[in-house]
């Protein structure tokens, strides 16, 4: 281990996974633990990470860390840096922890037009290890809070949230549309189900009134009980999908090009409903979060060769 140079922490809230870098920028081994911040008791944020590192911690090696435990909730908090903003921005914004066990990338805040403030926090690393210097990229990270991004001229230029994944959860679970849903039910991105309700989500209408259809069709019977929660996925994505495309287009993006990030479940389900929206989908790395935070230590100025 004497050729590590960095150790990388992509801490959220549910869990926490560590890459080993080398100085060649390459991971050299990788670890996770379910210790995210909502795991953590009474603040023991480096307990945390001593378990989480293992015989990694006594290496004398920079470690930089981002997500949400860069939160107000989190171990320290890392001031939002207001959009846009250059990925040398970020690196000069790093805070580090009050004992000095590793320093934190700062969030993003965005101002949409309709005057509403947009925030991210881990998006913005896994932004920087999916797109290049010379990029210009609609890029969408699907998830909990789904976001879609603009990066162009090495800078974050703006973005937009989404609650789609937390929408899905809490319908699912605990409103009347999920009654009918079969309970455990396989996920098909590429189902008729799941095509059906991004087609419903792609036409215009409003989000309240149409997710009442997860309903009323298995009541019908136009929809099967194993179907429902497909056919929501595919509703809330589709209408997801329909907006982010307004939003690219104010901003003066084509939108029929969007690098998809993140999981690769997710990263399916979302390329399935692009293609059937017109929009060509590219895969970002599944190793974003890693590579963004190399490439924000070496715009930190830290030893860390850039890779491929």
Do not use: N
């Not at 992509?10 to 870098?21: E, I, K, M, P, Y």
């Not at 996770?32 to 911040?37: D, N, Q, S, T, V």
């Not at 991004?198 to 298995?218: I, P």
Request: charged share 20%; hydrophobic share 45%; aromatic share 6%.
């Amino acid at each position: 281990m004497d050729a590590a140079a960095l150790i990388a922490v992509d801490w959220g809230t549910t869990a926490a996974r560590a890459a080993l870098v080398g100085r060649d920028g390459r991971v050299i081994a990788s670890r996770e633990a379910p210790l995210g911040i909502q795991a953590v008791r009474d603040a023991r944020f480096a307990e945390a990470l001593d378990a989480l590192l293992g015989d990694w911690r006594d290496l004398r090696v920079k470690r930089i860390a981002s997500g949400m435990i860069g939160s107000r909730q989190g171990w320290v908090e890392a001031p939002y840096v207001e959009c846009p903003a250059s990925f040398d921005e970020l690196a000069r914004r790093l805070v580090a922890t009050p004992g000095g066990e590793l320093v934190v990338v700062p969030g993003l805040l965005a101002r949409g037009e309709d005057g509403l403030p947009d925030v991210m926090r881990g998006e913005e690393t896994q932004l920087a290890g999916a797109v290049g210097d010379d990029e210009t990229v609609l890029a969408v990270l699907p998830g909990t809070h789904s976001k879609w991004a603009h990066v162009a001229g090495r800078r974050l230029q703006g973005f937009t949230t989404f609650m789609t994944g937390e929408l899905y959860a809490v319908l699912l679970a605990h409103s009347i549309l999920g009654r009918l849903a079969q309970p455990g039910a396989a996920p098909d991105p590429s189902g008729r189900a799941f095509a059906r309700g991004v087609a419903q989500g792609l036409r215009e209408g409003a989000l309240s009134h149409l997710a009442f259809g997860a309903r009323t069709l298995a009541l019908t019977g136009a929809l099967d009980g194993p179907d429902v929660a497909d056919w929501l996925s595919g509703l809330l994505i589709g209408h997801e999908i329909r907006h982010a495309r307004q939003w690219a287009a104010s901003r003066g993006l084509g939108g029929d090009r969007v690098r998809v990030i993140g999981a690769d479940a997710l990263v399916a389900r979302y390329r399935s409903a692009l293609a059937q929206s017109g929009i060509a989908a590219e895969p970002g790395p599944p190793d974003a979060a890693v590579r963004g935070l190399v490439r924000l230590a070496r715009h930190a100025g830290w030893p860390i060769e850039a890779t491929a």
